[in-house]
T-cell receptor
Framework: AQSVTQPDIHITVSEGASLELRCNYSYGATPYLFWYVQSPGQGLQLLLKYFSGDTLVQGIKGFEAEFKRSQSSFNLRKPSVHWSDAAEYFCAVGGYQKVTFGTGTKLQVIP | DTAVSQTPKYLVTQMGNDKSIKCEQNLGHDTMYWYKQDSKKFLKIMFSYNNKELIINETVPNRFSPKSPDKAHLNLHINSLELGDSAVYFC?????????????FGQGTRLTVV
């Protein structure tokens, strides 16, 4: 069965600081991985996705993620966080017929 | 133009009532989903339809009945609402049911049962 673990429930960073959100997955075959962002009161928006090829993928809003098969990880990074990045971030793994989400990491950005 | 739209955005109702949430997508996608997000933000798939055909039913109580009149619509009807049904319900769609296909989400419907 596929599963996703996001070990950090809540992270606080200062504006301008770098960010890394952790994600570990479990999937029996080649994983298809996604990061979504949910702003307050909104639906989920896709930030980036990994299917194959280059293990470092670029997304929207200056985010990137690195796939590491040996660690079963797909961590999300941003070099300099903006106040507008405060939101809930979800890592997800695509299985046949459905996408399974992690429990989310809430990002708080302080001035 | 909104790609995946749900109505209503907010729904407050009493226990025991029956209510429906509607979802429409204008992306031409074949697959649609309903997800439930609880108070801890956990997102769990409830149903998946592909070309109007039920693909996934994740052990959801049979008080929940999805209906897909065509592949652009997937409505959710809930009978005999209970307090525990309070959550945000998200509709989503994807091009097909393959594992590589990203899902596009609606804005969510916040259901509060009192």
């Amino acid at each position: 069965a596929q599963s996703v673990t996001q070990p950090d429930i809540h992270i606080t960073v200062s504006e301008g600081a770098s960010l890394e959100l952790r994600c570990n997955y479990s999937y029996g075959a080649t994983p298809y991985l996604f990061w979504y962002v949910q702003s307050p009161g909104q639906g989920l928006q896709l930030l980036l996705k990994y299917f194959s090829g280059d293990t470092l993928v670029q997304g929207i809003k200056g985010f990137e993620a690195e796939f590491k098969r040996s660690q079963s990880s797909f961590n999300l990074r941003k070099p300099s966080v903006h106040w507008s990045d405060a939101a809930e971030y979800f890592c997800a793994v695509g299985g046949y017929q459905k996408v399974t989400f992690g429990t989310g990491t809430k990002l708080q950005v302080i001035p | 133009d909104t790609a995946v739209s749900q109505t209503p955005k907010y729904l407050v109702t009493q226990m025991g009532n029956d209510k429906s949430i509607k979802c429409e997508q204008n992306l031409g996608h074949d697959t649609m989903y309903w997800y439930k997000q609880d108070s801890k933000k956990f997102l769990k798939i409830m149903f998946s339809y592909n070309n109007k055909e039920l693909i996934i039913n994740e052990t959801v109580p049979n008080r929940f009945s999805p209906k897909s009149p065509d592949k652009a619509h997937l409505n959710l009807h809930i009978n005999s609402l209970e307090l525990g049904d309070s959550a945000v319900y998200f509709c989503a769609s994807s091009r097909n049911q393959g594992q590589s296909t990203e899902a596009f989400f609606g804005q969510g419907t916040r259901l509060t049962v009192v």
